[in-house]
Structure formats: C-alpha cells, structure tokens
C-alpha cells in the first residue's frame, strides 16, 4: 500500500508545550454505497483506522467510517511529554497497514 | 345436489380452520403492533446513538463545533471539534463522536483521546448526503456524555449517489 502520508509537525517544540499534528493520507474513501455503471454495487474501502502512539504511548486514535471524506485529514494535538518518536498508523479495510515515524525536534 | 352438500361440508371446516387462524393473526398482529408502539424502526443515526450512548442521556455541554453553516460540496465538509477540558488524567475528554441524522450511514468518525492528547481537539473532513443536522457527542473520562450539534446546509450532496 503505497499511500504516502503526509505529516505536518512544528519544527521545534518545548516539553509541556501543546502542538499540533497535522496528517493527510490519499485514499478514495470508497463508501461501499455507491454501484459501478453495470449497476453492482462496488466494494467499500476506507481507512478504518488510525493511531498516533508517542514512544509507546496512546495519544490520539481514531474510528473512521464512509461517511469520513475522501483524502482523511486530521488534524489533533499532544502535549510534548519530552523527546521521542512519534508513531502513526493507518489501517486499510483488509487490514493493510501504512506506518511513518517522525522524531520530533525537542528543544533543551 | 351432491356436490352442494360436499361444498358445504368442507365450507364448515373451512369457517372452523379460518377461524382459528384468524384468532392466531389476530393475537400475531397485537404482538406487533405492540412492537410498533414503541416507535417506528430506527433509523441510521438513532441506531448509531444507541450503540454509543447505551442507557446513558447526554446534557448539553462546552462543545465548540466548527461547521461551515452553508457547504457548498457536501463530499468534504470541514469541521472542527473543542471540548473545554483540563485533560488530566482524573478529568479528561475520552471519546468524540461525529453523527450525521440523515447520511445512509450515519457514523462519520470516532476519536479516542487521552490525557497526553493535551487538548481535546479534532478537526477532519466529512461527508454529507443533503442538508441536516450533524450531532458531536464527546464521552468524558467521568462516564458522562456531553453533546453539541449544528446544521449543515448542503449544497450538491456528498455520499456519491
């Protein structure tokens, strides 16, 4: 699965300091409503998942449905316990998962 | 005359037999017209608020929900979710909940938070079929639900069709 995720982070942060993570991932969103030209009704594939984990630690996740637009874009916030990696992931219907780390740039 | 006569018969066990069956709809029918005074079938989104809420009642709340009052393409929809909350671990926001009342599916995301989110936050894109009301539930770590809701003008319908 080649979606390549895009993440926006601040280039520098704090410890204690409130950021905002900002992630956009290419995918169709297919709802499993919709019928192709013949009529049947084509096979819903959405992102169902994502998780943002911070060396191990749950900070955000979410549950998405077909009613999440194409191109799922979300937008959330951690507060910087200290340096260390982020971790986010997503999960595709049929269980493909597309993962990106980022280290996060702590300031002294 | 012969044939009257065995009409008539059968017409007799007939009137029995239909009657019975009759009195076995009649009791049928009470049953489900009983079933029919609790509400008419749910619908998507009532059924989707049942899943989340159980036997829980929301009160409104703090919720700030950012919608544009008019979308013009009701395939993405931004919104924005604020929850006014210290976000410790003794009193943070759980759960947000995005409901759409008249998308075929209802369900539009969850998010989960925790105390390290820092902020109870969220802001994605949504679909939106026409125009109707859109319902944020957030879950506090309390157990309690608060909710907030908008109206959506829909432009040209979201969902494909």
Redesign the interface.
């Known amino acids: 699965m080649s979606l390549r995720p895009r993440i926006k982070l601040p280039e520098s942060v704090t410890p204690g300091e409130?950021?905002e993570i900002k992630t956009l991932i290419s995918h169709i969103m297919e709802?499993g409503?919709?019928r192709d030209k013949d009529g049947q009704p084509i096979p819903r594939k959405i992102i169902n998942a994502f998780r943002a984990t911070?060396e191990g630690?749950?900070?955000?996740?979410?549950?998405?449905?077909?009613?999440?637009?194409?191109n799922?874009?979300?937008?959330?916030?951690?507060?910087v316990?200290g340096p260390g990696e982020l971790e986010l992931t997503w999960v595709e219907d049929g269980g493909a998962v597309t993962t990106e780390r980022v280290k996060l740039n702590v300031a002294a | 005359m012969e044939r009257p006569h065995r009409v008539s018969v059968v017409g007799r066990r007939d009137v029995l037999v239909g009657a019975g069956a009759g009195l076995l709809l009649l009791a049928l029918g009470r049953g489900a017209l009983a079933q029919d005074a609790k509400g008419p079938p749910p619908n998507p989104y009532e059924q989707a608020l049942d899943k989340i809420l159980g036997s829980t009642k929301p009160s409104p709340g703090k919720i700030t929900f950012e919608v544009p009052e008019i979308a013009e393409n009701g395939?993405?929809?931004p919104y924005?979710v604020t929850i006014d909350s210290p976000?410790t671990s003794a009193d943070h926001v759980k759960a947000i909940h995005?409901l759409?009342t008249q998308?075929?599916?209802?369900?539009?995301?969850?998010?989960?938070?925790?105390?390290?989110?820092?902020?109870a936050?969220?802001?994605?894109?949504?679909?939106l079929a026409k125009t109707q009301d859109v319902v944020v539930l957030a879950e506090l770590s309390s157990g309690k639900f608060i909710v907030g809701q908008r109206t959506v003008k829909v432009t040209i319908g979201?969902?494909?069709?």
């Open positions: 409130i950021i709802t409503q919709r911070f630690q749950d900070v955000f996740s979410a549950t998405l449905h077909p009613g999440t637009s194409a799922p874009y979300l937008v959330f916030n951690m507060k316990p | 395939n993405t929809v924005a976000m995005v759409s998308n075929p599916l209802s369900n539009v995301a969850s998010f989960a938070l925790t105390p390290l989110s820092g902020r936050y969220v802001s994605s894109r949504m679909r979201g969902c494909g069709g």
